[in-house]
């Protein structure tokens, strides 16, 4: 299977703190994106990395791929309260439309 | 912005009705796409479309079939729905080439 699997499954900080989330996954990709979901909400695209990227930054976002692990993390630095979201990593591994999404990780941002 | 609007946010049927989920984007994406997300389970893709009257079978389509007659819109259709179809609904969109998708806000379905 492509599905990526988010690490840990939850996570809960304090406002200001750093969140690292991380991501596997088994095949080969094209591209690993990132995706939030607020509760009760659709998903937000985030950012996308290409296979032949290490690193990309948006914002306070910061996300790694390391292909021969075969896996990504996305770090949100100097985190808010307003950052408590479910993220998801989306693995497009072939050549089809699809992406193949991960279980999520579950960020609590605690005030 | 590309917004992508689902007909419904909550929706209860009975079981063995014919339930159908619309779901309307306004970018000219080519690309739609239907997903149920279940607690445990994250994201499954039940059908996609790559063009008008195109589709595809994603990873759970028994139970479910689609219609894409024009461009802009995509309809889930639960031929007859049943209880293990109670889920949450989440449509997409995207350019062609993998580019990002865009989500509407879901439909919360149940089935009683």
């Known amino acids: 299977s492509q599905q990526g699997e988010e690490d840990p499954q939850a996570l809960s900080i304090q406002e200001g703190e750093n969140a690292t989330m991380n991501c596997s996954y088994k095949?080969?990709?094209?591209?690993l994106q990132w995706y939030r979901q607020n509760s009760g909400r659709g998903l937000v695209h985030l950012i996308l990395i290409r296979s032949n990227e290490r690193e990309k930054h948006s914002g306070r976002l910061r996300v790694t791929l390391d292909t021969s692990k075969k896996s990504s993390s996305l770090l949100i630095t100097a985190s808010r309260a307003a950052d408590t979201a479910s993220y998801f990593c989306a693995i497009h591994g072939g050549s089809n439309y699809k992406l193949t999404f991960g279980k999520g990780t579950l960020l609590t941002v605690n005030p | 912005d590309v917004k992508v609007t689902q007909s419904s946010r909550y929706l209860v049927k009975r079981t063995g009705e014919k339930v159908f989920l619309e779901c309307v984007q306004d970018m000219d994406h080519e690309n739609m796409f239907w997903y149920r997300q279940d607690p445990g389970l994250g994201l499954r893709l039940i059908y996609f479309?790559?063009?008008?009257?195109?589709?595809e079978k994603g990873d759970i389509p028994e139970g479910y079939s689609v219609s894409r007659e024009k461009k802009e819109r995509f309809s889930l259709i639960l031929e007859s729905a049943s209880t293990n179809q109670t889920s949450m609904y989440l449509c997409?969109?995207?350019?062609?080439?993998?580019?990002?998708?865009?989500f509407g806000d879901g439909t919360r379905l149940s089935i009683l």
């Open positions: 997409a969109s995207s350019l062609p080439q993998n580019k990002p998708q865009h």
């Open positions: 479309s790559y063009d008008v009257k195109m589709k």
């Open positions: 095949t080969s990709i094209n591209n």
